[in-house]
Antibody
Framework: QVQLVQSGTEVKRPGASVKVSCKAS????????INWVRQAPGQGLEWVGW????????NYAQKFQGRFTMTADTSTRTAYLELRSLRSDDTAVYYC???????????WGQGTLVTVSA | QSVLTQPPSASGTPGQTVTISCSGS????????VNWYQQLPGAAPKLLMY???QRPSGVPDRFSGSKSGTSASLAISGLQSEDEAVYYC???????????FGGGTQLTVL
């Protein structure tokens, strides 16, 4: 079955970087892009951006341009979200999900908690 | 402040029909399809409705979606206790060239 499995919990200091992974299985990885969505504690969903698994093109929500980088590695069927210059308000669960740029996202990974704390 | 507006909470008793609204604008709901996601406690979101009114395989036909102008709705009929979750609407927004979500509606089954 189609499945996205994400890397484990991360705890980082402010100013540090972290790279979250999302390994896909059960479908042709190149045929679908990967979205990233974050959810701060007790809050709603916020779209981070989308990366093409075919050619690596990325589309970011404006507030995440510059500090966040999304990539996709077809050889390992894995998408990555790198967060730099971490701030306390980056503390959230980060989800990956399969889907085209402007349409539905399905399925979702289990989520990766990133905690930024001094 | 979410781009799409949802009521923060909704409730109903088992067997009832509940409707959750999602209000947007011309640049999102008004010109694109709407998706709905269900998030059970402690779990990742799950696709519940796509292309405004299409159910993925495995989603009961008790769930239905609709859209009129710049507003969309999710109706849940024959409410069951396992429907207790947070529901999010989402759509593509051409004015920001990105996906936007509603703030989520916590559904309580009384």
């Amino acid at each position: 079955q189609v499945q996205l499995v994400q890397s484990g919990t991360e705890v980082k200091r402010p100013g540090a970087s972290v790279k979250v992974s999302c390994k896909a299985s059960g479908y042709n990885f190149k045929n679908y892009g990967i979205n990233w969505v974050r959810q701060a504690p007790g809050q709603g969903l916020e779209w981070v951006g989308w990366v093409s698994s075919f050619n690596g093109d990325a589309n970011y929500a404006q507030k995440f341009q510059g500090r966040f980088t999304m990539t996709a590695d077809t050889s390992t069927r894995t998408a990555y979200l790198e967060l730099r210059s971490l701030r306390s308000d980056d503390t959230a669960v980060y989800y990956c999900s399969r889907g085209p740029l402007a349409f539905e996202m399905d399925p979702w990974g289990q989520g990766t908690l990133v905690t930024v704390s001094a | 402040q979410s781009v799409l507006t949802q009521p923060p909470s909704a409730s109903g008793t088992p067997g009832q029909t509940v409707t959750i609204s999602c209000s947007g604008s011309d640049s999102n709901i008004g010109s694109n399809t709407v998706n709905w996601y269900q998030q059970l406690p402690g779990a990742a979101p799950k696709l519940l409705m796509y292309a405004t009114n299409q159910r993925p395989s495995g989603v009961p036909d008790r769930f239905s979606g609709s859209k009129s102008g710049t507003s969309a709705s999710l109706a849940i009929s024959g409410l069951q206790s396992e429907d207790e979750a947070v529901y999010y609407c989402a759509a593509w927004d051409g004015s920001v060239t990105g996906r936007v979500f509603g703030g989520g509606t916590q559904l309580t089954v009384l």
